[in-house]
């Protein structure tokens, strides 16, 4: 969670200040006693009342809660500002964990239009822990993100990719190609 915090506050630093308004007001609306900390009570009836039932648990408060003393400070609520507002709120579609860092994802599932995207912790992949279409092809999120910036992972550039099937089908090729294990030289087999 110390990225996902790290992220949070740089964005936040940026922000215009009609942004850093809106965000200083998200924290005034879950701090209800006005003591400048969100406690578990008032984090929990914040979240039920937005509708977020996956970060609305004692476990996800106290990643959020750095500094342990059971009480949200402006920075930790500033995180799940972030969260919130980004999408970032990732769950493993194998153990329902919180991704906070790297995460495979399915690239048909991702490509497609109609289908939720299909995303597994790192150790629930290794361990074949879910249960999906036998023939899908999962990418990490950095290898993703790199295809569709339009370089494959050895760092050379390929033609420039038009259109978005395209750059999913070049994520698609890398990872059928190095069949996820290869990649990076990791695997030789």
Known sequence: ??????????????????????????????????????????????????????????????????????????????????????????????????????????????KSSTANSFYLCCTCYRANKFQHHEDAVFVDNYVLVQSIKGQQVSQSQPPPLEDDEGILESATSIAELNHGLKLFGIYQG
Not at 25 to 45: C, I, N, P, Q, T
Not at 79 to 88: D, E, H, N
């Open 1 to 110: 969670m110390d990225e996902i915090r790290e992220t949070a506050l740089a964005y936040y630093a940026k922000l215009p200040q009609s942004d850093k308004q809106q965000a200083q007001e998200f924290f005034r609306s879950m701090d209800e006693d006005g003591d400048k900390r969100v406690d578990l009570k008032e984090y929990m009836a914040a979240l039920k009342q937005r509708g977020m039932p996956c970060i609305t648990n004692a476990s996800f408060f106290k990643e959020l809660d750095k500094d342990g003393n059971e009480k949200l400070d402006f920075n930790e609520v500033i995180t799940l500002f972030y969260l919130i507002q980004s999408g970032r709120v990732v769950l493993c579609d194998g153990c329902q964990g919180f991704l906070k860092g790297v995460y495979f994802t399915c690239v048909d599932c991702f």
